[in-house]
């Protein structure tokens, strides 16, 4: 089992920065990849970001179309953390944030085994 707790969310006004932390506990061995996904009010939960730990090379990352450019996802491995800087937030990106770990860093939620309890951010206009 892994236990994954996220923290960080809040309250901000669109065009600021949040930092989402993810932390991983238990059998973090088993979390090659992780991710971020959101769903917001009456919405689908989305993807968002996902990365998968490179024991050669650097990380392997992935982005949602809708968050490139913004949004960085990263990972401490020593300390079983992963991360997401949202910069130049939008109103739109308001949701529950929850992070997620599993075998393959992929869009599908459904590829995960372990997911959080989310946390919310919300942009003000």
């Known amino acids: 089992q892994v236990q994954l707790v996220e923290s960080g969310g809040g309250l901000v006004q669109a065009g600021g920065s949040l930092r989402l932390s993810c932390a991983a506990s238990?059998?973090?061995?088993?979390?090659?990849?992780m991710g971020w996904f959101r769903q917001a009010p009456g919405k689908e939960r989305e993807f968002v970001a996902a990365?998968?730990?490179?024991?050669?090379?650097?990380?392997?990352?992935d982005y949602a179309d809708s968050v490139k450019g913004r949004f960085t996802i990263s990972r401490d491995n020593a300390k079983n953390m992963m991360y997401l800087q949202m910069n130049s937030l939008k109103p739109e990106d308001t949701a529950v944030y929850y992070c997620?770990?599993?075998?393959?860093?992929?869009?599908?939620?459904?590829?995960?085994?372990?997911w959080g309890q989310g946390t919310q951010v919300t942009v003000s206009s």
């Open positions: 990365t998968r730990r490179s024991y050669s090379y650097t990380d392997y990352v």
């Open positions: 238990g059998r973090t061995f088993s979390t090659v990849a």
């Open positions: 997620a770990a599993g075998g393959r860093a992929t869009p599908r939620d459904d590829e995960y085994d372990y």
